[in-house]
């Protein structure tokens, strides 16, 4: 492929994800307002965002893909090879005709915001679920192991076959 074609794919790289990313936060939202509202029957495991998981997943991977191939076709550093170079989408984006450029940049751009927002989503539901088990913690008392006591035998009835301290019936 020429560099161009690259770069169109790698733009329509940034295009799905960013309407993964979009579909996710969408979901994670409304998992959210559910979880708020506390309505159980929404907040089963959703099999839609492990799939859209999976598909951010494979979308990386191509996009890594196309950054390799792009890396190879831009012109290496004065002193060395184009292997050790860091590639970004400035660095690519510069290479690029200046439209098709900025286009690319807004894209990731796009994609960069879209992946916050996701990750202060799933920041706020991990606090959520912290903070609902520490108020379960609260509210329901942990059983207390039962305090040592003594057996008709005078033995400790809680130690593990060793004998205890002998009560004298006596008054």
Known sequence: MSFSEDCRNLQQSFARSAELL???????QRRRAAWVSA??????PEPELERLGQDLAREES???ALVAQLRRALPAPLAGAPGPLHVNVTRI???MPTES???????????VALARSVRTEVTLGQRLVRYAQEALRAAV????AQ???????????????????????RA
């Open 22 to 28: 979009t579909a996710m936060l969408g979901h994670l």
């Open 39 to 44: 309505r159980p029957s929404t907040l089963a």
């Open 62 to 64: 191509t996009r890594d």
């Open 93 to 95: 984006a510069g290479a």
């Open 101 to 111: 450029g900025r286009e690319l940049r807004a894209t990731a751009d796009r994609v």
């Open 141 to 144: 008392p942990t059983p207390r």
């Open 147 to 169: 305090p040592p006591g003594y057996d008709r035998s005078a033995r400790l009835a809680m130690a593990s076959g060793a004998a205890g301290s002998l009560l004298d019936g």
